[in-house]
Nanobody, 128 residues
């Protein structure tokens, strides 16, 4: 059974940092690309970053490059999203998701439609 468990959300002031974690089952971790998505109230879900655990390739939404970093720990089957210089507009529910690495193209790696499995989400709130 595929399981994705996010943690690390919380409330922080603007300019602060948070690190989100997504723990995956071993089988999921090995064969999937892991993406981070977020959804703010009244807005569509958007891709934030992704990492393919086999290749180590990382992908970012253009608007977030330089502030967010995605990484992985193979020993723990866990991926992370380090978020720095947070802004109030980063406030959202953040989700971890898994997409089969086989056949996943660069053009779809940040598309929610490519992802089959989703975690429950973790809330990030940034106050001004």
């Amino acid at each position: 059974q595929v399981q994705l468990v996010e943690s690390g959300g919380g409330s922080v002031q603007a300019g602060g940092s948070l690190r989100l974690s997504c723990a995956a089952s071993d089988d999921t971790y090995r064969r999937h690309c892991m993406g981070w998505f977020r959804q703010a109230p009244g807005k569509e879900r958007e891709g934030v970053a992704a990492i393919c655990t086999g290749s180590g390739n990382t992908y970012y939404a253009d608007s977030l490059k330089g502030r967010f970093t995605v990484s992985k720990d193979n020993a723990k089957s866990t991926v992370y999203l380090q978020m720095n210089s947070l802004k109030p507009e980063d406030t959202a529910m953040y989700y971890c998701a898994a997409a089969p690495a086989m056949g996943l193209t660069v053009g779809r790696v940040l598309s929610e439609h490519a992802y089959e499995y989703w975690g429950q989400g973790t809330q990030v709130t940034v106050s001004s």
